[in-house]
T-cell receptor, first 114, second 112 residues
Framework: QQQVKQSPQSLIVQKGGISIINCAYE??????FPWYQQFPGKGPALLIA?????SEKKEGRFTISFNKSAKQFSLHIMDSQPGDSATYFC?????????????FGGGTRVLVKP | GAVVSQHPSRVICKSGTSVKIECRSL??????MFWYRQFPKKSLMLMAT?????????EQGVEKDKFLINHASLTLSTLTVTSAHPEDSSFYIC????????FGQGTRLTVV
């Protein structure tokens, strides 16, 4: 059972454009929603995370929007750069019950064209 | 952020042998660590939860006798792939952290 669904699977964006990746979850007990960036052959690196008591969080060029009623959250990458070309994963966990045991979305491969 | 170190980054072993992968939290203590497996161009799948001083908790479908986990100290968890076969070839990644999860660099295991 896939508890976190991520879309699109791949994305091509021009340099300077906005990359938008969406995730939807099923388990209403989830209380932590991080986004990770992964380059080939490397472990995932934490980009930004949000908890359900806020609807938006911004860190630099990265913004998470969170809609608790719709059980959806999204990552916006502003002013996309070629160095942002990577695979992005959304994830969710129920920290209070299981710590940082993460359920991952399927991933989105982002290509930023110069 | 916190640092999680994984070793080795790459290993090639012969079919039938065992391989040990280490995961260390370098600047914090971790009573719980997690082990994931990732196939090429796929997402991360949780294999097991490593608990300091007690038995690991395995996800459904993961063979505990094949993937032995030991969490002997607050900074070290090990995953041993026993009697490895080519189908065990994969990218193995550990994570640790309380408020946020930080990942190791991953270990590329190739069984020949």
């Amino acid at each position: 059972q896939q508890q976190v669904k991520q879309s699109p699977q791949s994305l091509i964006v021009q340099k300077g454009g906005i990359s938008i990746i969406n995730c939807a979850y099923e388990n209403t007990a989830f209380d932590y929603f991080p986004w990770y960036q992964q380059f080939p052959g490397k472990g995932p690196a934490l980009l930004i995370a949000i908890r359900p008591d806020v609807s938006e969080k911004k860190e630099g060029r990265f913004t998470i929007s969170f809609n608790k009623s719709a059980k959806q959250f999204s990552l916006h990458i502003m002013d996309s750069q070629p160095g942002d070309s990577a695979t992005y994963f959304c994830a969710a966990s129920w920290i209070k019950a299981a710590g940082n045991k993460l359920t991952f979305g399927g991933g989105t491969r982002v290509l930023v064209k110069p | 952020g916190a640092v999680v170190s994984q070793h080795p980054s790459r290993v090639i072993c012969k079919s039938g042998t065992s391989v040990k992968i280490e995961c260390r939290s370098l600047d914090f203590q971790a009573t719980t660590m997690f082990w994931y497996r990732q196939f090429p161009k796929k997402s991360l799948m949780l294999m097991a939860t490593s608990n300091e001083g007690s038995k690991a908790t395995y996800e459904q479908g993961v063979e505990k006798d094949k993937f032995l986990i030991n969490h002997a100290s607050l900074t070290l968890s090990t995953l041993t792939v026993t009697s490895a076969h080519p189908e065990d070839s994969s990218f193995y990644i550990c994570s640790a952290g309380s408020d946020e999860a930080f990942f190791g660099q991953g270990t590329r295991l190739t069984v020949v």
